[in-house]
């Protein structure tokens, strides 16, 4: 058995997912900071105890890791193994590995990535007044603290094709109807629902 028995490959997914959100923001893909802070709820909501405790050791206790701390779960271990592992370990039982390596190898990566989006990514999140569906994507200017910056490339990174947020609604929009409906009938039919029903809400 390795010390490395649960996949290191978390905190370098969460590596991946920061690293390309930080492309998203120089490629133009970015939503405003409503959209961000709803992002940033739903990915706290997921993970909800780390996000609540704001510490690694949260991750102990969500639903999904208990089930690798119960003695049920080392019960058909072979006997002499965890005798074993103490010895190779300086005295750490297999329980206490698996701890461990729950707060490090996902505890500390999904908190790091919580902390980015909430106190760095979100800082270049658009102004709220700022248009910034998928079809007003990308968007031309870099934007810090609200402030415009850098123009943006409008590149898919590491390739050379213009992204498109008009095009690529268009492409993924049969995935989300069970019509053949196009992006304009859904803005007319949207415009055609708000003058029913604004009257009664005002």
Not at 2 to 26: A, C, E, M, T, W
Not at 28 to 36: E, W
Not at 178 to 190: H, Q, S
């Amino acid at each position: 058995m390795s010390k490395n028995y649960l996949p290191q490959n978390f905190s370098f997914l969460f590596h991946i997912l920061r690293d390309n959100i930080i492309l998203g923001v120089q490629a133009g893909m970015v939503r405003s900071s409503v959209d961000c802070k709803a992002g940033l709820d739903a990915f706290k909501e997921s993970y909800p105890m780390v996000a609540q405790r704001n510490t690694p050791e949260g991750v102990l206790e969500e639903w999904y890791t208990k089930l690798y701390l119960k003695s049920q779960y080392l019960a058909k271990m072979e006997r002499g193994v965890n005798e074993r592992w103490k010895k190779q370990h300086a005295g750490q039982s297999v329980a206490e590995a698996i701890r461990e390596a729950l707060v490090k190898g996902l505890g500390e990566p999904l908190l790091k990535l919580i902390h980015f989006l909430e106190f760095e990514h979100s800082r270049h999140c658009l102004p709220n007044d700022f248009s910034s569906g998928l079809a007003g994507l990308p968007v031309d200017y870099v934007y810090t603290n609200g402030s415009r910056g850098n123009r943006t490339t409008k590149i898919l990174p590491g390739t050379s094709r213009k992204l498109n947020g008009t095009e690529t609604y268009r492409m993924i929009l049969s995935y989300f109807t069970t019509t053949d409906i196009t992006p304009e009938e859904i803005y007319e039919e949207g415009v055609d629902q708000l003058s029913i029903f604004m009257p009664q809400v005002w």
